[in-house]
């Protein structure tokens, strides 16, 4: 099946610094790449839609300066958390979808001290 | 606006014990509804979905019917194996019968199963 790699898959950084997640999709193109942010028990709410070469479209009450995403090509999207604070410390998870279905990738645990 | 509502985990189940994970959604519309795996250290994986009323999604033993009457997609399997243990997320979609839009999840139901 389609594979959806992330890295790194825990970071922890200083309060202040900027940290940056990479996605990518291994083995097939991605149309449409969605970034996920994950609470303890809670669900994954949606952060950002971003497609290949187009400005993200993020979800209301995501600040998009905060949360930077670039989407460089078909196969590689990256979310960059910057001036990271305490309250930003999440899983946060990405995905990428061909026409039909949409691939999940692990995860990635960032922690702010 | 969308909502899907799932059972507060966890769960915890003996091998070939019966499984039933509540989830109820709202939303406008006819959306699909999805049931979604995850295991530890893994991504998302798909494991059944139902793209309109009365229609039953199953796949590795598990089961889930599209009820519109009760806004409900429960999922069920007679008899657990250990290695289902994971994290059930229940999700819903009003893109068109497929996954690869917009999805709004419910919290994730923990299941374990002890042998």
């Known amino acids: 099946g389609a594979v959806v790699s992330q890295h790194p898959s825990r970071v922890i950084c200083k309060s202040g610094t900027s940290v940056k997640i990479e996605c990518r999709s291994l083995?097939?193109?991605?149309?449409?790449m969605f970034w996920y942010r994950q609470f303890p028990k809670q669900s994954l709410m949606l952060m950002a839609t971003?497609?290949?070469?187009?400005?993200?479209?993020?979800e209301q009450g995501v600040e998009k300066d905060k949360f930077l995403i670039n989407h460089a090509s078909l196969t590689l999207s990256t979310l960059t958390v910057t001036s990271a604070h305490p309250e930003d410390s999440s899983f946060y998870i990405c995905?990428?979808?061909?026409?039909?279905?949409?691939?999940f990738g692990p995860g990635t645990r960032l922690t702010v001290t | 606006g969308n909502s899907v509502t799932q059972m507060e985990g966890p769960v915890t189940l003996s091998e070939e014990a019966f499984l039933t994970i509540n989830c109820t959604y709202t939303?406008?519309?006819?959306?699909?509804l999805f049931w979604y795996v995850q295991y530890p250290g893994e991504g998302l994986q798909l494991l059944l979905k139902?793209?309109?009323?009365?229609d039953k999604g199953s796949n590795k033993g598990f089961e889930a019917t599209y009820r519109k009457e009760t806004t409900s997609f429960h999922l069920e399997k007679g008899s657990v194996q250990v290695s289902d243990s994971a994290v059930y997320f229940c999700?819903?979609?009003?893109?068109?019968?497929?996954?690869?839009?917009?999805?709004?999840f419910g919290q994730g139901t923990i299941l374990t199963v002890h042998p």
């Open positions: 995905s990428a979808s061909t026409r039909y279905e949409q691939y």
């Open positions: 083995d097939f193109q991605a149309t449409t």
């Open positions: 971003s497609n290949e070469g187009s400005k993200a479209t993020y």
């Open positions: 939303a406008t519309g006819y959306p699909s």
């Open positions: 139902a793209t309109k009323a009365d």
């Open positions: 999700a819903l979609s009003d893109e068109g019968g497929t996954s690869y839009g917009k999805l709004t």
